[in-house]
Each structure stands twice: as C-alpha cells, then as structure tokens.
C-alpha cells in the first residue's frame, strides 16, 4: 500500500512542479520543469537519503566510536534492529543541542538512522530506546521512501519557486501574467508543504505504535516524547531551519516555535501521540511481557529516568 502512495506522491510532486513551471515561464517553462521533474524523481529515489543526510550535517557513527554513550547508541540501535527483524541499518548523529532523531532510506536494505548529539545527553537510556525504535518503525513500515523523497522533492519546488524569475523566459503569449508568477511562487511551497504534513500526521502514530512494540514499553517514547517537545521550543536546530523540507523527518518538529495541531503542522500534537501511547500502556497487557527476554520479565522494568549498563530489551 504504500508503494501505491509512493508512485502517487511522485506523480502529485511532478504536476505541482509542472504547474509551478507554467507559473513561472509559460509552457516553456512547463515543459522544462517537466524534464526536470522526470530526473529529480529517478535521482531522488536512488540518492534522497543522501542527500538528506547531507543537508543535516549527519555523520556516520560505529560501535568503535570513542565516546562510550553514542557506542552505546550504536550498540542499542542495532540490537533493536534485530529484535524488529530488520537488517542492520547504518548509524548517524548530528551535532546539535536539540534532541531529536529521524531515519532515511528507500528500503530497509539501503536505511539510515540519526540521533542527535543533544538527545543523547538529555534523555535515558531506555527513552533514547523508545526513540530509535519508533525511527526503525518507519523502516520497518516503508515509510522512509515517501518521506525522503518527499523531503528532497519539495526542497527543490521551493527552490523553484525562489528562482521563478528565471524560468519566465517565454515571449508573447508564453509570458506569465505577473500575478500569475507570484501566485504561483506563495503556492507552489505551500502545496509542497501540505503534502509534506499529509504524509507525516498520519504515519507518526503508526511509527509510535509500532515503535513501542519494539521496544517494549509505550512509557519510554511518551516520556522521551515530551522531554524533546520542551527542549526542542529552546534550543534551534540550524540544519533544519536552514533546510526546513526535512523538518516532517524528525520524530518532532525541529523548526522551533511550531508545536501546535493545526493545518500547518509537519507533525500532530505531542499530547496527543502522548495519549495514544498511555492509552496502549493500559490496555490490561504488558508490551514489555510480550516483547522483552525472559531475563527482562521476572524484574520490575527499569524506570526511564534512570541509566542501566544493559538496556531491559536485551
């Protein structure tokens, strides 16, 4: 099914940069956002989570690593990788004081995880688990293809749409009103930003879902949930502010000062992701019972404010 989505999205994306083109230069213009469209939807699908690893200043981490918490994070991120039944994906973090994650990738062959530094130092071990096993959500839901693409696609509609005037090369009746291209210009990244919050509302709460199960416990993502909605309200991430077309990526919005759950919203509200994960909390069953080892059930769970040597999935 979302394969299905996936080809939609990739045909909705080419008519909104073709309109935008039209906008901008006529039918020449048109025709050359056509052309151009064809090659950035074959170019985003093979080389997307690259480059939005790139434009996030991502940098490739292992288990080798000599700072021990991100060998921790490492280590954790692979064995949640293993216990989601997924091949091991590669590793990442960016250097910045706001915690927070996303994932990238066109399959879970080819997927990519990042944490950020600040998420690392803000929040326990077993949050920090919740966290990874919600972005592993997204691979293991094929999730990722969409929302990179979607990422790498809508950066260059508004890349179109602040360079229009070069597109309004046609002469005669090819030439644009002029209220025509500015109409055009506001739209074009508002439609691309639409898309963007479609694809994103909606697979959030699946990722969290999916994501508790994995871990085991829907309390470490609800409590990592809102240690990152306030911190990320303080602290600007300037790779997304300078990139604000990966910001539906992030586990939460990293454009700071935009939490709300409204039309404009890359993500749903946190208190409501919050709800729905207590919610399976109390459904009478312990996730942790069904997903953890035996050794891990006979405890009594380890609180998530707290650091243990081995994570309680393990």
Known sequence: MNQVKTVMLFAALAGVFMAAGYAFGGQTGMVIAFIAALGLN???????????????????????????????YVNDTLDLAKRAGLPAPKIYIQNTDQPNAFATGR???????????????????????GVMAHELAHVKNRDTLTMTVTASIAGAIGLLANFGMIFS???????????????????????????????????????????????????????ALQKIERAARGELNVYAERNPATAHMF????????????????????????????????????????????????????????????????
């Open 169 to 223: 090369m046609g002469r005669g009746e090819d030439r644009p009103n002029p209220i025509v291209m500015i109409a055009g210009m506001i739209l074009a990244p508002m439609a691309a930003g639409l898309v963007q919050m479609a694809i994103s509302r909606t697979r959030e709460y699946s990722a969290d879902a999916e994501g508790a199960r994995i871990a085991g416990n829907p309390q470490w993502l609800a409590s």
């Open 251 to 314: 586990i939460i919005n990293p454009l700071n000062g935009q939490g709300a759950d409204n039309l404009f919203s890359t993500h749903p509200a946190t208190q409501n992701r919050v709800r729905a994960l207590m919610q399976m909390s109390g459904d009478g069953h312990s996730l942790r019972d069904e997903a953890a080892p035996r050794s891990a059930r006979t405890g009594t769970g380890v609180p998530v404010t707290t650091r243990s040597k081995r994570g309680p999935w393990q």
């Open 42 to 72: 074959v170019f985003s699908y093979w080389n997307s989570d690259k480059i939005v690893l790139r434009m996030n200043g991502a940098q490739a981490v292992d288990a080798s690593h000599p700072d021990p918490l991100i060998r921790t």
């Open 107 to 129: 399959d879970p062959d080819h997927a990519a995880v990042c944490a950020t530094t600040g998420l690392l130092r803000a929040l326990s071990r077993e949050e920090i688990a």
